[in-house]
């Protein structure tokens, strides 16, 4: 059975988000641990250059968005990207295989962001890691339960926190740091050195992670009230706020503490902020805090809406495809989520989960990038016209797409064997 056709035989989600939802699900979902923690490992990667690095990896990614815009138009169901799969390649065990790899790459996501989120919380509260990761992670999980109006109002909450504590750090770089604007041509490198560049590619790498979870937009069109405009809307309104704050934040940041201690800072943000504004560097750890919790509770929706739409088509144990009367979610699923989170948390350190992340989402864009050229040739083969009402990308995007995928995950393994 597909996605497709099992929708009208099953429970179905409602249909409530509006676009100011979608994208504060989806900023939510992108902004968090991965600015607030990478920062540093970027700026040693590639200096001064770093922000080209974000901006190299928000055009690339662009790409992948635009063919999930298109995707997420025509089949607008949960376990999106395992029916865009299906649709594309005809193959029900590659959908299932995708749809698998969506739920890695969001539950795996969760559990690096609740490994960050311990060393913020300990600021605070003294306790062994491990308690604090299995409290947060819970909690998280507990509050993903709830209908997913109240899920993402919550999770939106906590995104306007977190980009307000991004907003106080650019505001009071460009008030108080007068060399913020004056340096900005030094961003570009004027040269075609082999070795800035290959560090800029390397740090691009990396932004990789801080970009994953733009695409679980796609994954609740199920519950949007217009997913043929909403959807597309949301993605690109994502990926653009994403891409400015996380330049100007690196660019800020690099200006006021410099590239190198920049790269050896434990708390990058904190201390950027504490230079900036004279604050206590523990205003930007709380913020921190609010961030990761943030990312857990958006990540572990995702998982638990692929879950639930592969438990519908019967590539998973029916079970996971139940609704709870009251608030309409997939409670089984979730907990399925929150418990796997939890024990890949406790189990290996942020730095594996971070790249074992960025490397599923690479393997899972490219797929969907190949799915929709091969929908787009099959319709041309047929001549026949793409439905009507839905948003439509050029063929030479999700071909970019795919190569840009590849050329990122090639230049991975090289890395990791040089390294």
């Known amino acids: 059975m597909t996605l497709a056709s099992a929708t009208s035989r099953s429970p179905a989600l409602r ?5 100011g939802h979608a994208v504060l699900y989806g900023l939510g979902v992108t902004i968090g641990a991965g600015i607030y923690v990478l920062v540093a490992d970027t700026a040693g990667r590639a200096g001064i250059h770093a922000p080209l690095a974000f ?10 968005g635009a063919s999930l815009a298109e995707l997420g138009s025509r089949y607008p169901v949960a376990a999106g990207e395992a029916e865009y799969v299906r649709r594309g390649f005809g193959s029900d065990r590659m959908a299932s295989a995708v749809g698998l790899l ?23 509260v003294p306790v062994p890691d491990t308690i604090v990761i299995a409290g947060v992670v819970l909690a998280m999980g507990a509050i993903a339960t709830r209908g997913i109006v109240e899920s993402v109002t919550f999770a939106g909450i906590m995104t ?5 504590g991004l907003l106080i750090i650019i505001a009071a770089g460009f008030l108080t740091e007068p ?9 570009v490198p004027v040269t075609f050195d082999v070795t800035i560049w290959a560090g800029i590619m390397t740090a691009s790498m990396l932004a990789v992670f ?9 994954n609740i069109a199920e519950e949007m009230e217009d997913p043929s405009r909403t959807l597309p809307r949301a993605i690109f309104l994502t990926l653009a706020i994403t891409a400015v704050l996380y330049v100007l934040v690196m660019w800020v940041s690099l200006v006021t503490l410099g590239p190198a201690k920049l790269a050896t800072a434990k708390a990058p943000l904190a201390q950027v902020f504490e230079r900036l504004t ?3 560097p523990r205003v930007m750890s709380g913020i921190a805090i609010v961030a990761t919790l943030n990312g857990i509770v958006v990540n572990l929706i995702m998982a638990s809406r692929v879950l639930y739409g592969l438990g519908r088509s019967g590539t998973l144990p029916s079970a996971l495809s139940r609704l709870n009367s009251k608030t309409s979610t997939p409670v089984l699923a979730t907990i399925l989520a929150t418990g796997v989170a939890l024990v890949l948390a406790v189990a290996l350190p942020i730095g594996q989960l971070a790249d074992l992340s960025a490397r599923i989402t690479l ?9 929709l050229v091969l929908i787009k040739r099959g319709e041309a083969g047929q001549r026949a016209l793409p439905p009507q009402g839905i948003f439509t990308a050029p063929m030479w995007v999700p071909v970019a797409g795919t190569l840009s995928c590849a050329v990122f995950f090639v230049a991975d393994v090289v890395i990791a064997l040089a390294s």
Request: glycine content about 10%; proline content about 1%.
């Open 102 to 124: 969506v739920i890695a790459m969001a539950i795996v996501s969760a559990a690096a962001i609740s490994v960050g989120a311990a060393g913020y919380v300990r600021v605070f």
């Open 15 to 19: 249909r409530r988000l509006k676009l």
């Open 210 to 218: 801080a970009f994953v979870g733009f695409e679980g937009i796609v």
């Open 55 to 64: 901006l190299v990896t928000a055009v690339l990614v662009a790409l992948t």
């Open 363 to 371: 393997v899972v864009f490219g797929l969907v990038n190949v799915a």
């Open 278 to 280: 004279g604050g206590s």
């Open 179 to 187: 060399q913020v604007i004056a340096r900005i041509p030094e961003m």
């Open 160 to 164: 306007l926190i977190e980009i307000g």
